[in-house]
């Protein structure tokens, strides 16, 4: 059995089974990536409910494995050279679990810089930007009422970003063409968030790219996603 014990995070959140990845997050645009990453890869994980009402993630034993204090975050009892590992930061630890198992990633060279690619695009910007769009337009639109500049900014930067996957998606069923990858698991629950959390579907007009909806439906539609969309369980 795996100890876990050097990890200060597994004293507030005890593993069940320390054989097995332990899952710290919650059903955010970016926690449900990992959830659906494992699934999609069958890889047998233990999830914890990092809960943002009690600063779950503020606390010295989440703080212990990510000092940025932000879910996702993982530990792999079986990491490089069979040791526990700790990792932080979405795409990074999509391309950790993508790189483990030579799955959701090309196997060669040129396709694999390609996804990684498309994978900061999201990290860089549909991320921050679909993220401060929804901070002005669902909770800090009294404090902006007089001022429309900041969401209007994050409002049109959201809909360029959304213009660049169109026109990626053009002729393609993924990101990457024929291959399911982490860069499709890295957007689309960003493209759903931004409808279903923030309830922007129409003022980001998400009827005018169509290719994008298409993709979004096919994500959805995978059961990875159907089930991984809600782990950590909602209360």
């Not at 996804?115 to 769009?133: A, H, K």
């Amino acid at each position: 059995m795996a100890d876990l014990s050097s990890f200060p995070i597994t004293k507030k959140w005890p593993a069940k089974n320390p054989d097995i990845i332990q899952l710290y997050s919650l059903p955010t645009p970016n926690g449900v990536k990992i959830s659906i990453a494992l699934e999609e890869l069958g890889l047998p994980y233990e999830a914890h409910r990092i809960a943002f009402d009690t600063n779950d993630q503020k606390s010295p034993e989440f703080v212990s494995l990510n000092p940025n204090g932000r879910i996702p975050a993982i530990i792999d009892p079986k990491g490089p050279d069979g040791k526990p590992i700790g990792l932080f930061e979405s795409g990074a630890i999509l391309v950790y679990l993508a790189e483990k198992t030579g799955k959701l990633i090309p196997a060669d060279a040129a396709g694999r810089y390609e996804t990684l690619c498309w994978v900061m695009f999201q990290m860089g910007g549909v991320g921050p930007m679909f993220g401060q769009f929804g901070h002005f337009f669902k909770f800090a639109a009294e404090k902006v009422a007089n001022n429309s500049y900041p969401m209007e900014r994050y409002r049109d930067e959201s809909k360029r970003l959304l213009s660049v996957l169109e026109a990626r998606l053009d002729g393609r069923q993924w990101i990457m063409g024929e291959e399911h990858t982490i860069a499709d698991i890295a957007l689309y629950p960003w493209v759903r968030g931004a409808d279903v959390f923030y309830g922007g579907r129409e003022v980001l007009d998400y009827a005018g790219f169509p290719n994008v909806m298409a993709w979004l439906e096919r994500c959805l539609e995978r059961p990875a996603a159907k089930k991984g969309l809600d782990i950590p369980a909602r209360t």
